[in-house]
């Protein structure tokens, strides 16, 4: 079946500009991630999705970035006023639920430059 | 502050031969581990798990090792192919949803 996708792949934008990042996870996962790899650092959590509960927000860096997810499954991570350390790839992982013990299914990343 | 560590960023090893990955962490309620595996331009897919009331867990040519009073994580690859060659991803969780994930070791097995 099909696995996580997001998109757009590739975005290169001017720094102040605001950027939108989206998630489509596996059909019928319940939870949702996503994180951050910047380079030479590891992944980094950001934001975590389980079903209707409020998400858990403690990762994000600032309060330039947000999240929503619409009807529990696609999912829209924005990023507003961009500054050049949010150059990094962020990747979406979605799983059946949220155990703490159930693989996370990761998507291929959106590679986010900016100028 | 890094609360799992490799500190290997790469590794080189020849074909047959094992392959060692290791992981510190900081944590001491972590109680799962993983390790995922990432090809370039693709997301890490996951390789193999251990909870914290285990010492090893293995499949096929693939065995992790929980050393917790050391607070040290090890993969084991063994035969090592060329197809492993990827950079290597060790995580951790304590009882919740958040991950917190290593820098990765490239592995580079040479045929």
């Known amino acids: 079946g099909a696995g996580v996708s997001q998109s757009p792949s590739n975005k290169v934008t001017e720094k102040g500009k605001d950027v939108e990042l989206r998630c489509d996870p596996i059909?019928?996962?319940?939870?949702l991630y996503w994180y951050r790899q910047s380079l030479g650092q590891g992944l980094e959590f950001l934001i975590y999705?389980?079903?209707?509960?409020?998400?858990?927000k403690s990762g994000l860096p600032s309060d330039r970035f947000s999240a929503e997810r619409t009807g529990g499954s696609v999912s829209t991570l924005t990023i507003q006023r961009t500054q050049q350390e949010d150059s990094a790839v962020y990747l979406c992982?979605?799983?059946?639920?949220?155990?703490?013990?159930?693989?996370?299914?990761f998507g291929p990343g959106t590679r986010l430059t900016v100028l | 502050d890094q609360q799992v560590k490799q500190n290997s960023p790469s590794l080189s090893v020849q074909e047959g031969r094992i392959s060692i990955l290791n992981c510190d962490y900081t944590?001491?309620?972590?109680?799962?581990f993983l390790w995922y595996k990432k090809y370039p331009a693709e997301g890490p897919t996951f390789l193999i798990s251990?909870?914290?009331?285990?010492d090893k867990n293995e499949d096929g040519r693939f065995t992790v090792f929980l050393n917790k009073s050391a607070k040290h994580l090890s993969l084991h690859i063994v035969p090592s192919q060329p197809g492993d060659s990827a950079v290597y991803f060790c995580?951790?969780?304590?009882?919740?949803?958040?991950?917190?994930f290593g820098t990765g070791t490239s592995l580079t097995v040479i045929p």
């Open positions: 992982a979605s799983s059946t639920s949220s155990g703490g013990t159930d693989t996370q299914y």
């Open positions: 059909s019928g996962h319940t939870a």
């Open positions: 999705f389980q079903g209707n509960s409020a998400p858990d």
């Open positions: 944590n001491s309620m972590f109680d799962y």
């Open positions: 251990i909870s914290s009331i285990k």
């Open positions: 995580a951790a969780s304590a009882a919740g949803n958040q991950f917190y």
